[in-house]
C-alpha cells in the first residue's frame, strides 16, 4: 500500500502537473511549426532545401529540450529523483514525438547515439558491470523501435495500438538506461513510466485534434485560394499575390512578365458538346500549362481569371523567356489534342505578354496593358501571341505525338 501511495504521490505532485502543462505546451508549438515546415518541402524540392528544414528541425527539438531544462531550474519543491525523473520524462516525451512527427534522420542519429551521449563518456561501468546484458537488450530494442517510428509514420498516424506499443517500448527502453545508471528506487521507475505514458496520451490526443484542425484548415485554404474546376491558383489568390509581387518587383531591375491568356473559341466547345466537355477543356489547358511551366522550371504560377482566361505570373524572367513557353505551350497542345468519346478536340490558345514597368502605378497598369495585348492577338485571328504590342505567329517545329 504504502508503495502504491508513492506512486501516485510522484504521478499527481504539483511539479508533475506543471511538468506536464509546460511539456504539452511544447509539444503544441511542435506540432504546428512541423505542419508549416512539411507544407514547405515536397519530393520535387531541392536537397538544400530539404538540408535546411532537417537542420530547422533539429535546431527545434534542442530549442525545446533547453526550454524544458530552463523551466526546471526554477522548481524548489520535491526530491533529486523526482525532479530528476520528471525532466527525463518531459525529454523522453519531446525526444519520441519528434521522431514520430519529423521525417528527419538527423533526429533519428540524436536518439540513436544519445543513450552514449548524456552519460559521461569516460564511464563504462554499465556496459561492463552485471547489467550488461540488460543495456544490450533494451538498446537494441530502442534501435527497433526508432527504426519502426522512422519508416511507418503512416501506420503509426492511424493505429492507436501501434502508436502505443511503441512509446510503451521507448519508455521502458529508456528508463532501464536511467535506473542502471542512477540505481533511481524501483517504485519511482514505476511512477515514472506510468507518468510518461499519460504524458504521452494526452500528446497523441492533442496531436490527433491538431492535425484534424490543421487539415480543415488547409482544405479551407485551398477552397479559397485555388480553383475547384482545374486545381490551379484562382482570381482572388492572383488578388492576393499580384499586390505583393508589384511591391516587390516595380522598382527592382529584376524581370517580372506577366502573360494573359484565353482558350480560342471556347464558347464554341460549350454550345457544341456541352459544358461537361468544356470542363474537360478548362482542365486539359490547365494541366498543360502547368506541365510546361514545371517541365521549364520558371517557377511561372498559373491562376484561372475566369472563365477561359488564365493569368501566369513569372517571376525573374522577361519577354524573351516568356515567349519560348509559349511556343512550347502551344507545341505540347498540338502533340496531346484532348479526346472525349472518340472525338479529337484541337485547342488553342491566344497570349497576351508583357513586362512589369517602372512606370506602373500599380498592378492594375500592367493588367491592362497585358490585357489589352491579349485582344489583340483575338482580333487578329487568333492562335498567336502578341508580345509589347507586336504580333508574333507560333512557331511551328515537327512535335512528336505523346
Excluded at 530494442?141 to 495500438?161: C, R
Excluded at 540505481?183 to 492535425?211: A, H, N, Q, W
Excluded at 522550371?297 to 484561372?304: E, T, V, Y
Excluded at 485571328?381 to 508574333?392: A, L, S
Aim: hydrophobic share 45%.
Amino acid at each position: 500500500m504504502g508503495n502504491l501511495t508513492e506512486i501516485l504521490r510522484v504521478c499527481f505532485s504539483a511539479n508533475a502537473l506543471v511538468t506536464g502543462i509546460v511539456t504539452i505546451g511544447l509539444i503544441s508549438i511542435i506540432t504546428y511549426i512541423s505542419f508549416v515546415l512539411e507544407r514547405k518541402v515536397s519530393v520535387a524540392s531541392s536537397f538544400f532545401k530539404k538540408v535546411s528544414i532537417n537542420v530547422a528541425e533539429m535546431l527545434l527539438l534542442i530549442l525545446m529540450l533547453f526550454i524544458i531544462t530552463i523551466v526546471f531550474k526554477s522548481f524548489t519543491g520535491g526530491t533529486e529523483v523526482e525532479l530528476g525523473g520528471l525532466l527525463a520524462n518531459a525529454e523522453l516525451t519531446i525526444l519520441f514525438y519528434c521522431l514520430f512527427i519529423f521525417n528527419n534522420r538527423l533526429i533519428v542519429l540524436l536518439n540513436v547515439f544519445l543513450p552514449f551521449l548524456y552519460h559521461p563518456s569516460s564511464d563504462i561501468s554499465r556496459i561492463q558491470g552485471p547489467y550488461a546484458w540488460l543495456f544490450v537488450v533494451a538498446y537494441l530494442i530502442l534501435i527497433i523501435v526508432i527504426d519502426y517510428l522512422y519508416s511507418h509514420k503512416d501506420v503509426l498516424a492511424i493505429s492507436n495500438y501501434r502508436y502505443l506499443s511503441s512509446q510503451v517500448l521507448f519508455g521502458v527502453c529508456w528508463w532501464i538506461f536511467l535506473w542502471i545508471d542512477y540505481k533511481f528506487p524501483l517504485v519511482d521507475i514505476i511512477g515514472m513510466l506510468i507518468l510518461f505514458e499519460v504524458y504521452m496520451f494526452i500528446v497523441r490526443v492533442i496531436e490527433l485534434k491538431m492535425s484534424m484542425y490543421m487539415h480543415a484548415y488547409n482544405d479551407l485554404e485551398n477552397k479559397v485560394n485555388y480553383d475547384a474546376l482545374t486545381g490551379v491558383r484562382n482570381r482572388a489568390n492572383l488578388n492576393k499575390i499580384s499586390k505583393e509581387v508589384f511591391e516587390k518587383y516595380n522598382q527592382s531591375n529584376v524581370p517580372l512578365t506577366v502573360m494573359l491568356f484565353d482558350i480560342d473559341h471556347f464558347k464554341e466547345f460549350n454550345d457544341h458538346y456541352g459544358h461537361d466537355v468544356g470542363d474537360e477543356v478548362l482542365r486539359h489547358v490547365s494541366h498543360i500549362v502547368e506541365r510546361e511551366l514545371h517541365i521549364d522550371d520558371s517557377k511561372g504560377q498559373l491562376f484561372r481569371y475566369g472563365g477561359e482566361e488564365f493569368v501566369i505570373l513569372l517571376r525573374n524572367n522577361d519577354t524573351q523567356r516568356a515567349r519560348e513557353i509559349v511556343n512550347r505551350i502551344n507545341q505540347t497542345l498540338t502533340a496531346m489534342p484532348l479526346f472525349i468519346q472518340e472525338t479529337r478536340l484541337d485547342v488553342t490558345l491566344c497570349f497576351g505578354v508583357t513586362m512589369l514597368r517602372r512606370t506602373d502605378k500599380s498592378f492594375d497598369d500592367t493588367f491592362k496593358r497585358v490585357d489589352n495585348y491579349l485582344y489583340l492577338s483575338k482580333n487578329n485571328g487568333r492562335d498567336e501571341m502578341t508580345i509589347e504590342g507586336k504580333i508574333f505567329q507560333y512557331e511551328k517545329t515537327n512535335v512528336v505525338k505523346i
